[in-house]
C-alpha cells in the first residue's frame, strides 16, 4: 500500500513558476513508476509526465515538454514536478499516482494503481 500526498498548488501569473511535490508513504517507493497528471473541469484527467523507479527516465505530454521537469527523491520517498513558463491552459488539478514498474514510463491512467487526492494550479493570465 502506498499513500500520495501532494502540495505545492496555487494561484500564479501567466508565465511564472510553481513546484509540486508528491510525498510518498510506504518503504517500496523507489520500486515504483510514479507520474503526473491533471484534470481541468469538465475535461478528462489526462498524463503530464511520467518518471521511472530510477529516476533515469522521464517521459512528458507534447503540451508540457520544455516547460515542466519531473524529478524524484528515492531518499526522500518524494516526487516533484517543476512547472516553468505556466500557461492560463495549464490550470487544472494535479494529482500524483504510482505504478508498477513493469510499465514502462506509462501514459495511461489504468496503468496506475494509487493516486494522491490532487493540489489546484490556477494561472492568470
Known amino acids: 500500500q502506498v499513500q500520495l500526498v501532494e502540495s505545492g498548488g496555487g494561484l500564479v501569473q501567466a508565465g511564472g513558476s510553481l513546484r509540486l511535490s508528491c510525498a510518498a508513504s510506504?518503504?517500496?517507493?523507489?520500486?515504483?513508476?510514479m507520474g503526473w497528471f491533471r484534470q481541468a473541469p469538465g475535461k478528462e484527467r489526462e498524463f503530464v509526465a511520467a518518471?521511472?523507479?530510477?529516476?533515469?527516465?522521464?517521459n512528458y505530454a507534447d503540451s508540457v515538454k520544455g516547460r515542466f521537469t519531473i524529478s524524484r527523491d528515492n531518499t526522500k520517498n518524494t516526487v516533484y514536478l517543476q512547472m516553468n513558463s505556466l500557461k492560463p491552459e495549464d490550470t487544472a488539478a494535479y494529482y500524483c499516482?504510482?505504478?508498477?514498474?513493469?510499465?514502462?514510463?506509462?501514459?495511461?491512467?489504468?496503468?496506475?494503481?494509487?493516486w494522491g487526492q490532487g493540489t489546484q494550479v490556477t494561472v492568470s493570465s
Open positions: 499516482a504510482a505504478g508498477p514498474s513493469r510499465y514502462y514510463l506509462p501514459r495511461e491512467t489504468s496503468k496506475y494503481v494509487y
Open positions: 510506504g518503504r517500496t517507493f523507489s520500486s515504483y513508476t
Open positions: 518518471i521511472s523507479w530510477s529516476g533515469e527516465n522521464t
